[in-house]
T-cell receptor, first 111, second 112 residues
Framework: TQLLEQSPQFLSIQEGENLTVYCNSS?????LQWYRQEPGEGPVLLVT?????EVKKLKRLTFQFGDARKDSSLHITAAQPGDTGLYLC???????????FGEGTQLTVNP | NAGVTQTPKFQVLKTGQSMTLQCAQD?????MSWYRQDPGMGLRLIHY???????DQGEVPNGYNVSRSTTEDFPLRLLSAAPSQTSVYFC???????????FGSGTRLTVV
């Protein structure tokens, strides 16, 4: 069974601060997907990284896939209250048919 | 609106009752999956399908059945509900899987 460990589990910061969320595994994934979930809703895809060492930017969010495709990070610059939510990483095998999710990071950005 | 539609949004069952959670997508996605989300445990895969007529078990399949007779629909059946099945259930679909999934808004199920 492939496992994904996500850290930290909880993060409470002030508006304007920077933060990094980590997603680590001992297994190699074909792609690593990041989702954001708000209360009462399903997860929404933010980005997919597929190449070892790949870096993708989405406004103030920077996603990186490790060279060995076993880990990933999400960095948020100058966090805003609207960034509050549950951030989930998910690893996909080559077939893409079975996602393995991390436990999630609950981010709270205080104004 | 294009997307994944789940019904019902809320359901309360008595122990031993059966029910079907409905999931439909209109994006012509081949891949569909069912997850349950419990506090502190992330999302766990129950069953998945890579096309009509093809289903397979995920991480926590016991107590659940699925079928995929059409590309659009992927219902999840609870055979005999137990309190341990109290959870939030999400259906998701994808074109190629490794490029990301679209999730429904969930069904909150309580078994008493």
């Amino acid at each position: 069974t492939q496992l994904l460990e996500q850290s930290p589990q909880f993060l409470s910061i002030q508006e304007g601060e920077n933060l990094t969320v980590y997603c680590n595994s001992s297994s190699v994934f074909s792609s690593l997907q990041w989702y954001r979930q708000e209360p009462g809703e399903g997860p929404v895809l933010l980005v997919t990284v597929v190449t070892g060492g790949e870096v993708k930017k989405l406004k103030r969010l920077t996603f990186q896939f490790g060279d060995a495709r076993k880990d990933s990070s999400l960095h948020i610059t100058a966090a805003q209250p609207g960034d509050t939510g549950l951030y989930l990483c998910a690893g996909a095998p080559a077939s893409g048919s079975r996602l393995t999710f991390g436990e999630g990071t609950q981010l709270t950005v205080n104004p | 609106n294009a997307g994944v539609t789940q019904t019902p949004k809320f359901q309360v069952l008595k122990t031993g009752q059966s029910m079907t959670l409905q999931c439909a997508q209109d994006m012509n996605h081949e891949y569909m999956s069912w997850y349950r989300q419990d506090p502190g445990m992330g999302l766990r895969l129950i069953h998945y399908s890579v096309g009509a007529g093809i289903t397979d078990q995920g991480e926590v399949p016991n107590g659940y059945n699925v079928s995929r007779s059409t590309t659009e629909d992927f219902p999840l059946r609870l055979l005999s509900a137990a309190p341990s099945q109290t959870s939030v259930y999400f259906c998701a679909s994808s074109f190629r899987g490794r490029n990301g999934y679209t999730f429904g808004s969930g069904t909150r199920l309580t078994v008493v």
